[in-house]
């Protein structure tokens, strides 16, 4: 069974900061690749950022870049999405996603199991 639980979203004024989590089944974590999505009332589900199952290789979307990190704790079977100087374009609810693929796709046609999603909230 794959299971992916989010944790950690919740109402932030702008420029703040907030960390996301993504709890994986043991079995997962270790063969997969983990990716965070998001989506806004109707918008279509948004690529945010993507991590190989070794943690040594990741990607960001440019709309993120330098301000959210993605990043595993293969202790903890744990992927968390740290996020700086949110904006009120943050708004959404996050989702994690796992993918058997190599290479950190962006599109989540490529993602085989998601999680429920966590809602982030920035206010101006």
């Known amino acids: 069974q794959v299971h992916l639980v989010e944790s950690g979203g919740g109402l932030v004024q702008a420029g703040g900061s907030l960390r996301v989590s993504c709890a994986v089944s043991?079995?997962?974590?270790?063969?997969?690749?983990i990716g965070w999505f998001r989506q806004a009332p109707g918008k279509e589900r948004e690529f945010v950022a993507a991590?190989?199952?070794?943690?040594?290789?990741?990607s960001h979307a440019d709309s993120v870049k330098g301000r959210f990190t993605i990043s595993r704790d293969n202790a903890q079977n744990t992927v968390y999405l740290q996020m700086h100087n949110l904006k009120p374009e943050d708004t959404a609810v996050y989702y994690c996603?796992?993918?058997?693929?190599?290479?950190?796709?962006?599109?989540?046609?490529?993602?085989?199991?998601w999680g429920q999603g966590t809602q982030v909230t920035v206010s101006s």
């Open positions: 996603a796992a993918t058997p693929q190599y290479g950190l796709p962006n599109n989540p046609r490529h993602y085989d199991y």
């Open positions: 043991k079995q997962t974590f270790s063969t997969y690749g």
């Open positions: 991590i190989n199952w070794s943690g040594g290789s990741t």
